[in-house]
DNA sequence: CTACCGATGATCT
DNA sequence: GATCATCGGTAGC
């Protein structure tokens, strides 16, 4: 008997229930190396279409963003700010374009594979600090590093066959998790469709989205 | 701990 | 041409 993984009707449902569902979840990625494996401990939710200024799906659907328009349970990985990238998962059925961001989590195995990863991308330093373990995937882009996603895993099905799953063990209760507004955005702060597991040392620190001058 | 700022390039208008 | 679901370093409390 292997292990047992959430299946599609998971997440055929709105991003803002999703969310808080996947914390204390454990997403697996088995790589040739081996298995990287994070506990999760903060999300958020984006939305529909013309309903969430702050969705890659506002304006409708584009050559980016078309994933997140196709079924749900796949993975939705953008790359972002000249030099990250973001994994999310996907919500809703066939059609509809909402997903969840994966902010930030626990690496529960494969951490010497993820430490690697995330030591490579650092710039050449006189005496680089040995990055804490409790940084190793705190951020979005820090988890997509050290759980070594990328372009290639954009549009991967973590309900089937392929190296990407969600295991179906026990998620955080809901007196654990913390709700509050989304981060790093500029506009639907209104919306508290963050969520994250209360006094985790891995759930990023709060951001405010910083507006650019030109220069 | 919080706040700011530059890096860097794909994406969309 | 403007924007961007970020990060690491630095400054300051």
């Given at each position: 008997m292997g292990e047992r993984f959430l299946a599609r009707e998971f997440f055929d449902r709105p991003a803002d229930r999703v969310a808080p569902d996947l914390l204390g979840r454990v997403l697996v990625h088995d790589t040739p190396a081996g298995r990287i494996a994070v506990r999760l401990t903060e999300t958020e939710a984006y939305g529909l279409p013309g309903e969430d200024p702050a969705s890659h799906t506002y304006r409708g659907q584009t050559p980016r963003n078309s994933v997140m328009f196709g079924e749900s349970g796949h993975m939705y990985v953008y790359f972002t700010y000249g030099m990250h990238f973001c994994a999310n998962l996907v919500c809703l059925p066939r059609?509809?374009?909402?997903?969840?961001?994966?902010?930030?989590?626990?690496?529960?195995?494969?951490?010497?594979?993820a430490r690697a990863a995330r030591e490579a991308t650092r710039a050449a330093g006189p005496a680089p600090r040995r990055i804490p373990e409790r940084d190793l995937a705190r951020g979005p882009a820090r988890l997509a590093v050290a759980l070594g996603l990328g372009r290639d895993h954009n549009g991967l099905d973590c309900c089937g066959a392929g190296p990407l799953r969600v295991l179906a063990g026990e998620a955080a209760a809901p007196t654990a998790i913390g709700v509050g507004p989304r981060t790093g955005i500029a506009n639907g702060k209104e919306t508290l469709w963050r969520f994250w597991i209360k006094a985790d040392?891995?759930?990023?620190?709060?951001?405010?989205?910083?507006?650019?001058?030109?220069a």
């Open positions: 059609g509809m374009g909402s997903a969840v961001l994966l902010r930030a989590g626990e690496i529960v195995e494969g951490a010497g594979l040392p891995t759930v990023s620190p709060h951001r405010q989205h910083m507006p650019r001058r030109r």
